[in-house]
């Protein structure tokens, strides 16, 4: 089963940058396929270390197209990243401090933080940046 679904309504209108969002979705569903199996903790650890890699490295890319756009609202979305990213990595280590914790954290937080983000910064980022 499934967390997150890729929707029209995520795409931003940049390819590169609607691929990694699709891309996120599949690694959130991946780890959300093994918090419902039975977990093994270093798999979930792998797994969540990746979603941060990857997330740190789309937020690099919509930073950069959002800085050569002149993006106006550049400085609160990108603050947005950092809080998310951080939000990720408190995550991590709950997870590892406490699997059990953890894991009931994660089957929560993680969709939500990604559907907020996704429905507020890059919405109004897909108005300035897709198809007119």
Do not use: Q
Not at 8 to 16: I, R
Not at 38 to 61: G, K, Q, R
């Amino acid at each position: 089963m499934n967390l997150l679904k890729w929707k029209s309504d995520y795409a931003v209108g940049v390819e590169s940058v609607d691929a990694e969002h699709r891309e996120m979705i599949e690694l959130i569903n991946d780890v959300y396929a093994k918090l419902g199996a039975s977990p093994n903790a270093e798999d979930i650890e792998d797994c969540l270390e990746n979603i941060h890699t990857a997330i740190s490295l789309h937020f690099a890319l919509e930073e950069r197209i959002m800085r050569e756009n002149s993006y106006f609202e550049f400085e609160a979305h990108k603050e947005d990243h950092e809080e998310l990213l951080d939000e990720i990595r408190d995550l991590m280590d709950m997870f590892v401090a406490d699997t059990e914790v953890g894991a009931r954290l994660l089957e929560k937080r993680l969709s939500d933080w990604f559907a907020r983000h996704f429905a507020t910064f890059d919405a109004r980022l897909h108005g300035k940046l897709g198809p007119h």
